[in-house]
């Protein structure tokens, strides 16, 4: 069980290399696939703990976050495409 909450704390650390590359991406579109990819770590990263936790309100959440981090990443995209 504790390996669960390894990985989950290994995908916390990413996840700042990620927010590094979101802040300081040299165009929009670096900073939008640095955005995709934190929403799907940070989404497994509660998967992991749902897991060693036993709490299932933790995969809910994560499933909410995957889905909003899509939605998210569709309509930036339209946008800088020019036809939102």
Avoid: H, K, Q, W
């Amino acid at each position: 069980m504790i390996e669960f909450l390894i990985a989950a704390i290994i995908y916390v650390l990413l996840n700042f290399v990620l927010l590094y590359r979101v802040f300081r991406g040299p165009t929009a579109a670096d900073r939008m696939c640095a955005a995709d990819s934190l929403d799907l770590v940070s989404a497994t990263a509660l998967v992991l703990y749902s897991l060693y936790s036993g709490r299932s309100i933790y995969m809910d959440i994560s499933m909410v976050v995957a889905l909003l981090g899509f939605v998210g990443t569709v309509f930036v995209a339209r946008y800088l495409e020019g036809r939102l």
